[in-house]
């Protein structure tokens, strides 16, 4: 099994910065992606921004140019740095891995979902 960790969410005024953490552990083979997620009520689950083991990110265009996803394959943990934060950047963050788990039968692949984080930008 793999568990992620989240940490970093909470209260900010418009214009501040929050920096979210997600670390996975557990019976990891290797990781091909990790990504932040958010929500808002019961609305679909939208990405925020992703970044693969290579290095290769990707970004809604709404956080683009104010928020930077990075990541540390040593630690398996990936980072989401938010600036420039807007009241609509409210929501509960998930971060997310795709993930080989090792199995003692061999291997699967996996999509695990944190628990999730709530932002909360005042105006």
């Known amino acids: 099994q793999v568990q992620l960790v989240e940490s970093g969410g909470g209260l900010v005024q418009a214009g501040g910065s929050l920096r979210l953490s997600c670390a996975a552990s557990?019976?990891?083979?290797?990781?091909?992606?990790m990504g932040w997620y958010r929500q808002v009520r019961e609305k679909q689950r939208d990405l925020v921004a992703s970044i693969t083991s290579g290095g290769m990110t990707n970004y809604a265009d709404s956080v683009k140019g104010r928020f930077t996803i990075s990541g540390d394959n040593v630690k398996n943990t990936v980072y989401l740095q938010m600036s420039s934060l807007k009241p609509e950047d409210t929501a509960v963050y998930y971060c997310?891995?795709?993930?080989?788990?090792?199995?003692?039968?061999?291997?699967?692949?996996?999509?695990?979902w944190g628990q999730g984080t709530l932002v909360t930008v005042s105006s």
């Open positions: 997310k891995v795709d993930v080989y788990i090792d199995y003692n039968t061999g291997l699967r692949y996996s999509e695990v």
């Open positions: 557990g019976s990891i083979f290797s990781i091909n992606a």
